[in-house]
């Protein structure tokens, strides 16, 4: 097994532990009386960790070995399960989402900075679709089965049997694949230690507002879709399949959009993107027919998760030189990352005090607007490297 099939099947593990963690939290709310801005903090905190190792996380796993560090994000996540299996209240449940928010911080800035350093120009959309719609394998896979065994047991049983998976996977990981180090290529670069150029790249600053604005219409979607499921009155058995719905587009849409994007340009492919996702969240606080709730679940999964191969793609071309990759890749993840705190905070707020519809509505705002930085830079400015695509 290569290095990039390791990596694949790492990103499916973190994934579908993180998502599957915030599916709990309809069952604990209900057990343990837990009001919806408490819900957001809780989810906030799930990219708090990403906002804070952000920026250092490429000199992390210089230090101690990229695949080290991604295999403790396993043991992370298996603390915060157990934690949350052991909670009674709301200071342990805070305590397990900061330990999984730091093993979530830590994959996705190695990681993307790993794809643009071995991807051609041409070809980096194609690569960061496919690697990024190997964490929707974990989603639909791992997360989806989540309300599956809460109704054959309990939520509690369901976390303990959470925590031990990650666990043994990091020790079998340990035991037969200790000797793989993804920390290569980070190291070479590890004399880089200025961000020369990035300050003066029209088309990153670009991405690092686009990506703020996107992280605050879709980055927090799938901790709300399974309230609106119960909302709308959906069984605990079927929960964990609709959310699995919305996963399944997540991962349709990083590959087809991934692809898209390298041949006609990341101009049309995100604003395109942004209205669709604008207009299916309008269209999913509407629909009241579980069937119907599914289809569009799959079509906003489509184009929520979809504009994430877009956006790295805008990275890599705007940055002036690979050695910079890890650093500018770094630096969207803290800026995308204070957004993804932000948005489950407001959004919980906005639940609380009006309804659980609210928040896509708000959501679907912030999607129309998410195009506007590049709607404008295109208007006003006439050199762009991928922005002009």
């Given amino acids: 097994m290569d290095k990039m099939m390791r ?3 790492l990103h499916i593990l973190n994934d579908g532990f993180l998502a599957s963690l915030p599916l709990l939290l309809p069952f604990i709310q209900k057990d343990l009386g837990i009001e919806f801005s408490k819900i957001g903090l809780l989810t906030g905190l799930l990219n708090s960790a990403s906002v804070i190792l952000a920026l250092p996380a490429a000199s992390i796993a ?3 070995g990229g695949y080290k560090v991604l295999l403790m994000s396993m043991v992370l996540y298996s603390c915060a399960f157990i934690i949350t299996g052991l909670s009674s209240g709301f200071m342990l449940l805070t305590c397990a989402f900061i330990l999984a928010s730091i093993g979530f911080g830590l994959f996705h800035p190695i990681s993307f900075a ?12 194609n690569r960061m679709g496919s690697f990024t719609a190997m ?8 997360a989806a089965c989540v309300t599956i065994f809460v ?3 309990d939520w509690r049983n369901t976390a303990f049997m959470y925590g031990v998976l990650p666990l043994v996977m990091a020790i079998l990981s340990l035991i037969f694949l200790y000797k793989v180090d993804f920390s290569s ?12 150029g990035l300050h003066k790249s029209k088309e990153f600053i670009i991405a690092i507002l686009t990506s703020f604005i996107d992280s605050l219409a879709s980055s927090s979607l799938f901790v709300f879709l399974p309230f609106l499921f119960v909302y709308r009155g959906a069984s605990t058995a079927i929960l964990g399949s609709l959310s699995g719905a919305f996963f399944i587009g997540n991962m349709m849409g990083k590959i087809m959009i991934g692809k898209i994007t390298d041949r006609i340009g990341c101009k049309k492919v995100f604003i395109i993107s942004e209205i669709l996702m604008s207009l299916l969240l309008i269209s999913i606080s509407i629909v009241k027919d579980i069937i119907m709730i599914s289809i569009v679940s799959i079509m906003l999964g489509t184009v929520t998760k979809g504009t994430v191969p877009i956006i790295n793609t805008l990275i890599a071309k705007a940055v002036p030189d690979r050695k910079l990759n890890e650093k500018a890749f770094s630096i969207v993840s803290f800026v995308s990352g204070i957004s993804a705190v932000i948005a489950p905070l407001l959004l919980g707020f906005l639940a609380q005090k009006y309804n659980i519809i609210f928040v896509f509505h708000i959501s679907a705002l912030f999607a129309f607007i998410a195009v506007l930085p590049i709607l404008i ?8 490297t991928c922005i002009s695509a």
């Fill in 7 to 9: 990596l694949n099947l």
């Fill in 62 to 64: 210089m230090r101690f």
């Fill in 114 to 125: 790993l794809i643009a350093n071995s991807s051609d120009q041409n070809d980096i959309g």
């Fill in 135 to 142: 964490g929707d394998i974990g989603r639909v896979g791992i």
């Fill in 151 to 153: 109704s054959i047991v």
């Fill in 185 to 196: 290529s980070l190291a070479e670069k590890a004399k880089i230690r200025k961000i020369h």
């Fill in 377 to 384: 830079t295109t208007l006003f400015f006439k050199k762009h």
